[in-house]
């Protein structure tokens, strides 16, 4: 009799080094780094493939896409505009058209577009216009 099962998924970090090798671009520069001649590109201790000590993400949707979630959506980030999010990202990570596709992601999170404030005009009263003030200063 099974009274309980322990699963332990791997972590993040090691599903991106797993996908790794299912990227022909990531395996291609990983040939090079193992073979010294690329310098911006080498291995971690793990075995995971860096650009400049950012570890690699390769072309896998789900992969990144769980990465940029995390990145986002996550308690501790609390939505971050795009600029923010692709400055943090990029200390740790790297991936082609990284900050295009960061922005992108960020355009298309549902709760970003219900909580951004609308933007004031030029003919707008600012804060006085609700006060009754009608915009003179006392």
Request: proline fraction near 4%; charge should be neutral; glycine fraction near 6%.
């Amino acid at each position: 009799m099974q009274l309980a099962q322990l699963t332990v998924q791997p972590t993040l970090r090691q599903r991106i080094i797993d996908a790794q090798s299912n990227d022909p671009y990531m395996v291609e520069k990983r040939g090079l780094a193992e073979a010294g001649q690329m310098a911006e590109f080498s291995l971690s201790s793990d075995g995971g493939l860096l650009f400049e000590r950012r570890l690699c993400v390769p072309s896998d949707s789900a992969v990144k896409t769980e990465l940029l979630s995390e990145a986002h959506s996550s308690p501790f980030s609390m939505h971050p505009g795009s600029t923010k999010m692709y400055q943090d990202l990029k200390r740790v990570y790297w991936w082609r058209n990284m900050k295009r596709e960061v922005a992108e992601f960020v355009s298309k999170c549902l709760v970003c577009q219900q909580v951004k404030a609308p933007r004031a005009t030029e003919n707008s009263e600012g804060i006085y216009s609700d006060l009754g003030c009608g915009g003179q200063t006392y």
